[in-house]
């Protein structure tokens, strides 16, 4: 058995001062407070003096870092970024696919669903969970650096294709509503308990609400990629903002929203709806230069990537803790409230119940933070050497 002290522990929902966590076998066994708990006997026994505990992040949208991109099957690239995901506090993730040619899509699927399965390199670091499917079934309107030509409508056949091919790891769905075939593929996606997410749309608030009552409970990178917000014509936005049955993730790297939005944001979904993701792409963890997403290259400069000959936004090199000490420095919130923004809630999202929360028998996947919220020491599965 393992035993944690520290400063305090976040459940995340709860702060607990002068905590005692016990693990065991990869698993929480105790979460409780050196003033109710001897230290049992035997246990091995870790101080982390002024430190925090918390749950490991987990980040539901994210296509690469260290030079890889998730897309490409390459067993020992992807080993160094999740490693790299482990330094900055995240335990699980989703790699998250972009459109591109039909082939490509199910190359991708297929060696992710090996990778998820353990089929493919060794399960260090960062693990993937399932994966986050960001496209084809997205508007042509608002696909942002989404290839157009390979954008192409929800089909149930197509669906159960990519759904066959990744062996039901499908976790998430970007998919637009307003496209034809949407409604029936959001019921039945949602129905195979995939979290059906409303992103890269057009949508009116009415066709908005549809796919909400067909399945749909999310929202991808909120207001990125969305028709903007009209007093008069609130569209996908207004639904999101107001449903309290919805929640919704956002890129909070002072890039892809201002610092007001984020606050406006955090305000209308609150610390239970709201997530944290990085959207990060292969160039994350690396210099600057040119780096590819999918089957396209992106310009990274001064932190901001964007498609090569264009100024359109192509995801981010933020990492999932800075995301986390940017809530607290744009909204003014607490540590224990924007830690929840990046564990329990995004594993809420996709139904991990054992994840992103310290409890009995939940996964021993623990972060060590300093009361500003940088990332100390990662603890995955119980391994704390």
């Known amino acids: ?17 002068q905590p005692l966590l016990l693990l065991d076998g990869g698993k929480v066994a105790e979460v409780t407070s050196r003033a109710a708990r001897e230290l049992p006997q035997g246990a091995r026994h870790f101080d982390f003096p002024g430190a925090v505990l918390a ?28 490693a790299f995901l482990a330094q900055h506090g995240v335990a699980a993730y989703l790699p998250t696919t972009v ?8 190359r991708a699927l297929d060696w992710l669903a090996k990778r998820i399965e353990g089929r493919e390199g060794a399960a260090l670091g960062a693990r993937p969970l399932g994966i986050h499917l960001e496209g084809p079934f997205i508007s042509h309107a608002r696909r942002g650096v989404h290839p157009p030509e390979f954008l192409v409508p929800p089909t149930l056949s197509r669906f159960e294709t990519y759904w066959q091919v990744a062996r039901g790891h499908i976790k998430v769905m970007t998919i637009a509503p307003e496209v034809e075939g949407a409604m029936e593929v959001i019921a039945e996606a949602s129905r195979r308990g995939v979290c059906c997410s409303l992103g890269h749309s057009d949508s009116d608030l009415p066709t908005a609400r549809a796919a909400v009552a067909a399945g749909a409970h999310h929202a991808t990178h909120t207001f990125n990629a969305m028709r903007p917000l009209d007093h008069r ?23 892809h929203l201002d610092p007001t939005v984020v606050q406006l944001f955090l305000r209308a979904k609150g610390t239970q709806a709201a997530v944290l993701i990085t959207d990060a792409i292969s160039a994350t963890g690396m210099p600057e230069g040119r780096y590819r997403l999918g089957s ?45 923004l990046a564990s329990v809630n995004p594993a809420a999202v996709i139904g991990e119940k054992g994840r992103g929360i ?24 119980g391994n704390v050497d």
């Open 358 to 381: 310290l409890k009995a028998r939940a996964d021993a996947d623990v972060i060590v933070l300093s009361p500003r919220g940088e990332v100390q020491k990662t603890i995955i599965a």
């Open 99 to 106: 459109t591109a040619p039909e082939e490509n899509i199910l």
């Open 233 to 255: 014509q609130p569209g996908l936005l207004g639904s999101v903002l107001t449903d309290p049955g919805v929640s919704a993730d956002i890129i909070a790297d002072g890039i």
């Open 1 to 17: 058995m393992i035993a944690l002290t520290a400063a305090a522990l976040l459940t995340p929902r709860e702060r607990i001062e």
């Open 55 to 82: 749950p490991a992040y987990l980040d539901i949208h994210i296509h690469g870092g260290m030079g890889h991109d998730v897309m490409e099957p390459n067993a020992d690239g992807l080993a160094r970024f999740e």
């Open 296 to 340: 396209f290259e992106v310009e990274v400069r001064g932190n901001k990537c964007t498609k090569v000959r264009g100024d359109t936004l192509a995801g981010s090199v933020l990492r999932l803790d800075q995301a986390v000490r940017n809530v607290m420095q744009f909204a003014g919130w607490k540590l224990e409230e924007a830690v929840q």
